[in-house]
């Protein structure tokens, strides 16, 4: 079965150059594809038949899920591996007309061995019609109810689970997670005493921020129990209860019409789910009294037919329902709900890496990690936000503010002409 798998992997990798990666197989024997410039990882084959499994359909969800459950394993720069889904999409096309190809791998997937897999999370189970109210929370509750504790290990001190805004690349990241906070707040040009809602406020970063720094009066939602129970807490702690509440509530269940000065949603829009923007924007207009403003910050791509959802990794084992849309649907779609675009800037570098310092951070706990979660868990948070840092280096994907108006009857609106008062010099503390 040894020789079986060379010879597999010497008839897909042969042509993968550069390669920055080499295997290793079960019995500690190892093999580098010839264009190997520097081995900054190695990817262990635990079980005999995965690179068999994996080939046959090498998918998105068969190479996450071979990962998470110990098939393989990656060892040292986990970046180094993720060129190859590219690389295999394109040598595929030509590996289905191959009959010796097809011949190896089933004889590898008959082959009778008997392998332990890791026990732990397994694929969401949501019920009922997508983007329900009700279906919505069983999506939040699988990702966002773990113990806070755990994301603490790799989030800020401020627990932001989104974008930060690096002034310097060498800034550390509680550092730009303030940073991204206060651009924010400069942004929708918060006034002491205007009312906010933070639409998908997680654990309260945002809320405790704007309360503390600015003295504006914010309300946040999430359906999370574990974060609303948070960030109650959290806010009890800092003494801001007249300031600050957080609620478990979805935005389609806020009944305030023109309540609110400003509004924000700070990574929550990615779960809105494309089906749903004109129901989203038109609802954060009737919130917004006339002249507000909404700063809506969530990640744009095209990720194509939903149909093609069923192989995504991340819609199975990370942010079931969750859709991505092009900035362009998005702005449309505000548009057309009544909204004025003024602003719009790309923080697309600054995800990847925001990322990378969360991943540094959770390699940097991980023994800490496993005694808060079981190790496919682990394993889950690791690839995806690695993957995610690829994805946003290479430009797959991107992240974007956008700052939206809701003028008067006339037109009308309060904001200044230039955007210099945005980006005059601030300090975070």
Not at 62 to 86: C, K, N, Q, S
Not at 347 to 373: C, D
Request: charged fraction near 30%.
């Amino acid at each position: 079965m040894v020789q079986d798998n060379l010879s597999l992997l010497k008839e897909v990798f042969s042509e993968y150059e550069p390669a920055y990666f080499k295997f290793r197989l079960w019995n500690g024997e190892e093999w580098a594809p010839p264009g190997l410039k520097e081995a900054k990882a190695t990817v262990v084959i635990n079980n005999p038949r995965i690179m068999a499994h994996i080939l046959a359909f090498p998918t998105e969800l068969r190479m996450g899920e071979a990962y998470i459950y110990g098939d393989i394993d990656i060892e040292g720069d986990i970046y180094a591996v993720f060129p190859v889904e590219r690389y295999l999409r394109q040598k595929y096309k030509r590996l289905v007309t191959n009959p010796l190809f097809w011949r190896k791998v089933h004889k590898l997937k008959r082959s009778i061995r008997d392998f332990e897999r890791l026990e732990g999370r397994r694929k969401a189970s949501l019920k009922g019609k997508m983007h329900t109210i009700e279906r919505d929370r069983q999506a939040i509750s699988y990702h966002y109810d773990l113990p806070p504790e755990f994301y603490a290990l790799y989030l800020d001190p401020m627990m932001n689970y989104s974008c930060a805004y690096f002034r310097d690349p060498q800034e550390d990241l509680a550092t730009a997670q303030k940073n991204k906070l206060e651009l924010i707040c400069r942004k929708l040009r918060l006034k002491p005493g205007e009312r906010v809602l933070d639409i998908g406020c997680g654990w309260g970063g945002f809320v405790v921020y704007a309360a503390k720094h600015h003295r504006v009066r914010v309300t946040g939602i999430t359906l999370s129990e574990k974060q609303a129970q948070y960030a109650q807490e959290w806010i009890k702690r800092e003494g801001l209860q007249d300031l600050a509440k957080v609620e478990l509530k979805d935005y389609r269940e806020m009944q305030e019409l023109e309540a609110f000065h400003k509004l924000v949603s700070i990574g929550m829009f990615e779960h809105v789910g494309g089906s749903m923007l004109k129901t989203y924007f038109r609802q954060a207009w009737r919130l917004l009294k006339p002249g507000g403003a909404f700063l809506n910050h969530g990640i744009a791509s095209d990720w194509g037919p939903i149909r093609f959802r069923k192989w995504s990794f991340t819609e199975h084992y990370v942010f079931p329902d969750g859709q991505l849309v092009p900035i362009s649907k998005t702005l449309s779609i505000a548009e057309k709900a009544g909204f004025e675009v003024r602003d719009v800037e790309s923080l697309r570098e600054h995800y990847a890496l925001t990322l990378r310092h969360w991943v540094k951070n959770l390699e940097a706990h991980q023994e800490e990690a496993l005694r808060i979660v079981d190790p496919v868990t682990y394993r889950v948070w690791h690839l995806y936000m690695a993957g995610a840092s690829h994805g946003f280096a290479t430009n797959r994907q991107g992240v974007y503010q956008a700052l939206l108006i809701k003028t008067d009857s006339e037109g009308r609106h309060p904001l200044p002409n230039t955007r210099e008062d945005i980006y005059r010099e601030w300090r975070v503390s």
